[in-house]
């Protein structure tokens, strides 16, 4: 049973440009939440998928968005990307309704931006 | 904004010993959960305690709730040095599986 997996591992890109990260889900989950970690500090939570749609959204700017796709799986895109977006970027799948309130997190993109 | 405030910052201790970490936290909440995050990898869900329990093991770990306080305590027993890991709390308000509030986290170092 995979669990939640993220792609790529590792990013650098420079200033002003723009990325795209990718989560697919642990099997049986349909909603994916992405969260965002600085060094040296606990994650803060970006936005939540359902249903193809944001049901949720963190005190990120507009350059943060993202998708989720009929199979579950999401995207996460930011834009202008600033040196202050390098950071361990998460992903977490759950079962809405289901019989458990647990996010089960992937292993992360590290995202540095220089 | 970060939710919970976990404390010690850091701990240092020796294998076989026990290790205590509190959070708190400011608003009300359906349940809080307690996760373990190696080297900056991803996170491991720990326990969760919802907002009627009051303590709740499992294995070598117990989990305290006080919500008058608004705290909670995780106690790892007999600590081993594969423990050597951050421990963030993370409390989940409004409706199931919504969004997580973590702490800054505990960076435990267990010395063999």
């Known amino acids: 049973d995979a669990g939640v997996t993220q792609s790529p591992t590792h990013l650098i890109k420079t200033r002003g440009q723009q990325v795209t990260l990718r989560c697919s889900p642990k099997s049986g989950h349909d909603t994916v939440s992405w969260y965002q970690q600085a060094l040296g500090q606990g994650p803060q939570f970006i936005f939540q998928y359902y249903e193809e749609e944001e049901r949720q959204r963190g005190n990120f700017p507009d350059r943060f968005s993202g998708h989720q796709f009929p199979n579950y799986s999401s995207e996460l895109n930011v834009n202008a990307l600033l040196l202050g977006d390098s950071a361990l970027y998460l992903c977490?799948?759950?079962?809405?309704?289901?019989?458990?309130?647990?996010?089960?997190f992937g292993a992360g993109t590290r995202l540095s931006v220089l | 904004s970060q939710q919970g405030e976990e404390d010690p910052q850091a701990l240092s201790i020796q294998e076989g010993e026990n290790a205590t970490m509190n959070c708190s936290y400011k608003t009300s909440i359906n349940n809080l959960q307690w996760y373990r995050q190696n080297s900056g990898r991803g996170l491991v869900h720990l326990i969760l305690?919802?907002?009627?329990?009051r303590e709740k093991h499992s294995g070598r770990l117990r989990v305290t709730l006080d919500t008058s306080k608004k705290s909670s305590s995780l106690l790892i027993t007999a600590s081993r040095a594969a423990d050597t890991a951050s421990y963030f709390c993370?409390?989940?308000?409004?409706?199931?599986?919504?969004?997580?509030?973590f702490g800054k986290g505990t960076l435990l170092t267990v010395n063999p």
């Open positions: 993370a409390t989940e308000s409004g409706g199931s599986n919504y969004k997580l509030t």
């Open positions: 977490a799948s759950s079962l809405t309704g289901g019989p458990e309130d647990i996010q089960y």
């Open positions: 305690i919802r907002s009627n329990e």
